[in-house]
């Protein structure tokens, strides 16, 4: 899973991190650079985070380093206000005289501002200025009151004083966030927007653990505190620190947990977007947005049986030729994700062994490059734990791409909060999905090519794509050996690709099927033997997040079929390599646009 500004921040009405690569910068038509450096630059100045993630908080954007974006009420008219001058700017361009990939960008960005267009007819959740968004301002997943802590630490630099004056600035701008969207989310209630109970139980748990730490123990402080010593910043960072955290930030948590606590009281265990003002419309508009398809829900999933069922053999015979045969497939899978020997032991000892997997099966997919791809990127990657303030609410795993600048390398972070949920042989996928050549790879693409990418590109999210190439990535390497002498690695590519096709199906089942949350968990449990905590898990993040979970499958089924259309279209010239270079130098697009992208590639290719 990638997490951009879009999820990263969970909750600031901001944007995503996706990308439009493509030919030089230079080689834009001059009317339609013009008009997308002037998009991204207002989007911006909407949004000082982003600039700090996109490390572009310097220089003349200095100041917003020391502010959060605005999450009120007002945000949402403004953003919808946004889309409507953008739109018109984008229709100041004359298409007919746009060519190739010119063309083809022009047409992404106005699919996405075309989405978020329609987006405005919903007066709830979090707006996102390029469209989609959640429907919850708070949940376990959503909100500033666990977002912010984990930007100011992995994001906010502090190199200098004015850097730690502007965390502080920033750590008082939290209360202020904080009340914010107490207010959007009291008022979203009163419209009959309220998370499911168990979303908010996880919801009241992890503020009341946060409530319990004393101020000065906060990741708040010390993140400030030990970064600011480690440079030899002198002043008394940590007590400054632990005074706004005592004195405006726990008021205003205290604040926001007497609103949650009140929506509970109301609160059903209906899962799904269903039960949402116009809610079948949302769910479509969010599935929209997701995949970049018009696929209606019935269609989606009947998708994730299908491939489910072709996927359901192929795991079977790796089972067997491991001598595993009784049981269904899913019931061989529970057993083998509760083998001892597949376990990491649920300490700190036993996670910092995960991290340390984790981190030699990357170093194991770097020596694939050549055989992937002719480009050379450094793709500078960490691994870390999910921090365990945030884990019981947080994905399972994520990736934030490298900042432009590249003062910050892309992180890969994996939730330990349980190590069951990660049995070893799940791990060499994963690492492909979030890795290389996954997220980090396409991260790297945007990072290392700046001069190649229009600052817009940096913006804009396409789930479909993003996750679509992550998940493609899992077969690529397969196909190029690396499970070759691992037979569990590749079952464990086999059920990353069933727990995608199972998300097409428990996703569209919550959310216009009417399913109940404990047939979700049981239908994702039984069918890819995950355990059932992880699974319940994931439920509760489509539970937040409606469709997103769509993406994956969605975008991974296109790309191979675009990839079985270049080979049998250019037979002895197909590469692989060109191929999987001309989807990343596409960029992250919708896929009717990709397909074209596609098309364009095979065309050249063929002369």
Same mark, same amino acid.
């Given at each position: 899973m990638i ?8 909750g ?6 996706g990308?439009l690569?493509?030919? #030089?910068?230079?080689a834009?038509?001059?009317?339609l650079?013009? %008009?997308?450096?002037r998009?991204?630059w207002d989007a911006?100045g909407?949004?000082?985070e982003?600039?700090?993630l ?6 003349a954007?200095?100041?917003a380093r020391?502010?959060?974006?605005d999450?009120? /009420?007002?945000?949402?008219?403004r953003v919808?206000a946004?889309v409507a001058r953008?739109?018109?700017w984008l229709r100041g ?6 060519k ?14 075309a989405n978020a ?8 959740g979090?707006p ?8 919850? *301002? ?9 977002g912010?802590?984990e930007f ?5 630099? %502090?190199?200098t004083?004015?850097?730690?004056e502007?965390?502080?600035?920033r ?7 904080l009340?914010?969207e ?11 927007v ?8 996880t ?8 409530l319990?730490?004393?101020a000065?123990e906060q ?6 505190a030990?970064?600011?010593k480690?440079?030899?910043l ?9 005074? $706004? *955290?005592?004195?405006?930030?726990y008021?205003?948590?205290n604040?926001q947990?007497?609103?949650v606590g #009140? ?7 209906d899962?799904g977007?269903w039960?949402?003002?116009q809610? =079948?419309?949302?769910y479509?508009?969010q ?8 696929l ?6 009947r998708?994730g049986?299908?491939q ?20 269904? !497939?899913?019931?061989r ?5 509760k ?9 700190d000892?036993?996670? #910092?062994?995960?991290?340390a997997?984790v981190e030699q099966?990357i170093?194991?997919?770097r020596?694939? $490059?050549?055989?992937f791809?002719k480009?050379?990127?450094?793709a500078?990657l960490?691994?870390?734990r999910?921090p ?8 399972l ?9 590249g ?6 972070y994996i939730?330990?909060r =349980? ?8 791990i ?15 991260g /790297? ?6 001069d190649?990418v229009?600052l817009?590109?940096s913006?804009l999210?396409?789930n479909a794509?993003?996750e679509g ?5 899992e077969?690529l *390497?397969?196909e190029?050996g690396f499970y070759?002498n ?5 079952l464990?590519m086999y059920? /990353? ?6 998300r ?16 979700a968990?049981?239908?994702?449990a039984?069918?890819t ?8 898990s994931e439920?509760?993040?489509?539970c937040a997040?409606?469709g997103?979970a769509c993406g994956?499958? !969605?975008?991974?089924?296109e790309?191979?079929r675009?990839?079985d259309k270049?080979?049998?279209?250019l037979?002895?010239?197909y590469?692989v390599r060109d ?16 397909a074209s992208?596609?098309?364009?590639y095979i065309a050249?290719?063929?002369?």
């Open positions: 997490i951009g500004r879009r999820d990263f921040l969970m600031a009405s901001g944007l995503g991190l990308g690569a493509g030919p #030089a910068l230079a834009i038509e001059p009317g650079k013009a %008009v997308l450096d998009i991204a911006l909407h949004d000082p982003t600039l700090s996109l490390g572009l908080d310097t220089g954007n200095a100041a020391g502010r959060l974006s999450r009120s /009420a007002a945000s949402r008219s919808a946004d953008y739109r018109g361009v004359d298409r007919s005289r746009l190739g990939h010119d063309r083809l960008l022009a047409d992404s960005v106005g699919y996405t501002l267009a329609a987006g405005a007819r919903f007066d709830y979090n996102y200025g390029f469209g989609g968004g959640n429907p919850y *301002v708070i949940s376990q997943q959503d909100g500033a009151y666990q912010v802590p100011l630490d992995s994001v906010h630099r %502090v190199e004083a004015a850097d730690a502007a965390y502080l600035a750590l008082s701008a939290f209360a202020t966030a009340d914010q107490t207010e959007v989310a009291r008022g979203d209630a009163a419209k009959g309220i998370p499911p109970v168990f979303l908010l139980d919801v009241l748990e992890q503020m009341g653990a946060m319990a730490t004393p000065a990741r708040m402080v010390s993140s400030l030990t970064r600011a480690a440079k030899g002198p002043g008394d960072w940590a007590g400054r620190a632990t005074k $706004i *955290v005592a004195g405006s930030i008021p205003a948590l604040r947990l007497a609103v #009140a929506m509970r009281e109301k609160a059903t265990a899962a977007a039960k949402l003002p809610g =079948d419309a949302y479509r508009w599935l929209q947005y997701a995949t970049s398809t018009d209606d829900p019935e269609t989606i999933h998708m049986l299908e489910g069922a072709d996927l359901d053999a192929k795991m079977d015979a790796v089972l067997r030729s491991q001598g595993l045969t009784q049981g269904t !497939v899913g019931e899978l529970t057993a083998l994700t083998d001892p020997k597949q376990l990491f032991a649920n300490t000892a036993g996670r #910092a062994e995960a991290v997997y099966k170093a194991e997919l020596g694939l $490059i050549p055989r791809s480009m050379r990127m450094k500078d960490v691994v870390k999910v365990a303030d945030i884990e019981a609410g947080a994905s795993g994520y990736m934030n791409f490298a900042s432009l600048d003062s910050r390398p892309a992180i890969y939730n330990l =349980d190590t069951a949920n990660w049995p070893r042989y799940t060499p996928s994963l690492s492909a999905h979030e890795g290389i050549p996954g997220h980090t790879w396409e /790297a693409y945007i990072a290392e090519n700046r190649n229009p817009l590109s913006l999210g396409f794509f993003t190439w992550a998940l493609y990535s077969q *390497v397969d190029l070759e691992d037979p569990f690695g590749r464990g059920q /990353a690709l069933r727990f995608r096709a199972s097409l199906v428990v996703d569209t089942g919550l959310h216009a099927k009417k399913w109940s949350r404990e047939q968990i049981d239908y994702l039984s069918s033997g995950r355990s059932r905590v992880a699974c319940t439920i509760d993040r489509y997040s409606p997103q994956y499958k !969605v975008g991974h089924t790309i191979v675009l990839r270049a080979t049998a279209a037979g002895a010239k590469d191929f999987n270079d001309a989807v990343m130098r596409a960029g992250a697009m919708p896929l009717a646009v990709l992208a596609i098309d364009d050249a290719a063929k002369a």
